[in-house]
């Protein structure tokens, strides 16, 4: 079994062996390349074209939002994780908008970094609990606090399905060979979806699904 | 230390000032006192003498008049009596001719009575010639006395001799002495004339130097006192020069002060986050990975240890969050100021269970650092406010930009307070922080009808400049 090649990029030196010894210590992953600043990690995704990125926000020369976006943009194929030390909502957005698929608070990295890469390896999304946690609670305050109906009672039961694939990273694509659509009606779906909710892109939606609990 | 300085010489001008004005004021006092004693002084002078002037005329006027009519009196008694003699003289009837002779002793009774009656007011000029009209007079009767016993055979007969040889040259000689004296009285009302005139030039002379004197002090003082208020009126603006320029000095130095704990906070939140917050959190994957190398079945105890550690370094990393958050949120350097507002809205939210919405549609990441700053900051302050005091289930933040304008409103539906007599609050801090911005800071509120907060700040444009400016 060939073993997941990971980029691991963190200006923290202590941070990032910890993180190594971590990850070797897995049978199934191998530390690839590490980067110090978020140039260095896209020149060496460039390098390596790893299977996996992990990188923190705070990175000198090159955030690692826009690193992730950088990295998204040249190699599709390489899922983003993010590991930051920010709990805050307009972080994850970002990060998701950038392109990241999951988002990890270094304080837990030692408990769901394992799991995060697995699961981004399988073309899921993942968040730390805390953050998940976090997001839903605002959620539910503000469905409470608007007094609305919550729209997510609007959706049908396919819409649902599609929503939490969408949701966990799949493409339109994957959606469709899975539930045996067309790409035309999934995308269909996907519009609707989005209509209902009020929202106006995946990252939205990913970020909404997270919020509700739909996936973590 | 230049506070120590400015004490000292602020001291040193008071005491010169309350010098000043004691001074000034004797001056005043002294200046207007005596131009009104001048002109009072002036004025008893002219009182006194005109009364002088007039007294010394009535006294020459009448002195004159009795003279003049003593000699009118005497003058036409003597020429009766010339006529009666005449008549007295040439009469041949002896009744007729006793008539005339009582009736001229009526006259020269008459005439003395005249003379006695004027010699008490005789003038001391006159006096030798008064004692030669009486010497006349009596000559002029004596002479006549002889004819009175006359028969009228000896009147016939030596009369008209008699008249025109003793009568009348004698009369005459009464005249000239009384024309003298009429004379004389005239000269001396002349004079008396011409002394009033001197009296009144002196006099005149004597006003007009006081009118110059009065003039010229009146002018010194006004001068002096302009010039003294001149000067008051120049001090008066050299202090309130003074005092803006300390205040514009206090309000550069406050928001220096602002901008430096701004700064400080920013460093602290920093260092904490990332140097701080990263180290546990490495400490933390350490310890997983020290876990992990450690056989547990073997030393229970140590893996327990382990946990320990563990969760303390978690408490630690969340604790240090937190705390960097409250001193400056990252995102409000990260991503601007909605961000930033949207997440304090969440922690009041979650904190006190009121509900913050948080409106700012169209406000981009391209403010300025301190006017997102300013913004987080009164924002912060005004939901902090809501919180302990309001008592409001809802409050609503909202941004709006309006060309070169930025607005805040805070708006909450709590108890509200009289805005006229509460200040406090951290108002004070949140009204100088916006006019540090040169903006515009308002309150509004009543009891049990809310509150609002409106601010309104001019938007720099965020170029070079700016930047410059922020450094």
Known sequence: MNKIRILLADDHTVMRA???????????????????DGRQATELADAHNPDVAVLDIAMPSLNGIECARQIVARHPKTPVVILSMHSDESYVLRALKAGARAYLLKDSAESDLIRAIRAVRDGKSFFSPAVSKLLLEDYVRQVQD???????????????????????GRSNKDVANLLNLSLYTVETHRGHILQKLGLHTVPDLILYAVRKGIIR | MAGGTDTGYDLMRDSAAVHV?????????????????????????????????????????ESYLAGRHAMDTLQQALWHSGSLVRDYVLQSDPVVAEEDLSALRRLRQEMEEALRK???????????NFAELRADLDDYWQAMAPA???????????????????????????????????????????????????LFASFRRRAFAVLALSLSAGLALAGVAVSRILRLERDARWRYQEIVTAREELQRL????????????????????????????????????????MPHRDHPELAQMLGTARNLAETSVQAVRNMSLLLRPSMLDDFGLVPALNWQAREVSRRSGMRVVVSADGIGEDLSDRLSTCIYRVAQAALVNCERHSEARTVWVTVRQTGS??????????????????????????AERVSHQGGEFEVESEPGQGTVIKVDLPVEVKDGLARAEEV
């Open chain 1, 146 to 168: 608007k007094g609305e109906e919550d729209s997510y009672e609007l959706l049908t039961g396919r819409e649902r399905e599609i929503l939490q694939l969408l949701a966990e």
């Open chain 2, 118 to 128: 004027y010699a008490a007011e005789v003038p001391q000029a006159q006096e030798s």
């Open chain 2, 405 to 430: 304008r930025l607005a805040l409103t805070i708006a909450d539906d709590g108890k509200g307070f009289d805005s006229r007599k509460i200040r406090g609050l951290g108002l004070l801090g949140m």
């Open chain 2, 254 to 293: 406050s928001a220096s002060l602002v901008q430096s704990q701004e700064e400080e906070r920013r460093a602290i939140s920093r260092e904490l986050h990332d140097e701080v917050g990263q180290s546990l959190s490495a400490l933390l994957v350490d310890l997983g990975n020290l876990a992990a190398a």
């Open chain 2, 148 to 198: 009175l016993r006359w028969t009228a055979q000896e009147r016939k007969s030596l009369g008209y001799g008699f008249l025109t040889g003793e009568v009348f040259p004698r009369r005459e000689a009464v005249l000239q002495t009384a024309g003298k004296i009429d004379a004389l009285n005239e000269l001396a009302l002349q004079a008396d004339d011409r002394r009033s005139a001197a």
């Open chain 1, 18 to 36: 910890g993180l190594r010894l971590l990850l070797e210590r897995q049978e199934d992953m191998t530390v690839v390349a590490e980067a110090e």
């Open chain 2, 21 to 61: 004005r004691f001074g000034s004021k004797l001056a005043l006092l002294a200046g207007f006192g005596g131009l009104l004693l001048l002109i009072a002084l002036a004025g008893a002078d002219s009182v006194r003498v005109l009364r002088t002037i007039e007294q010394n005329h009535r006294s020459i006027t």
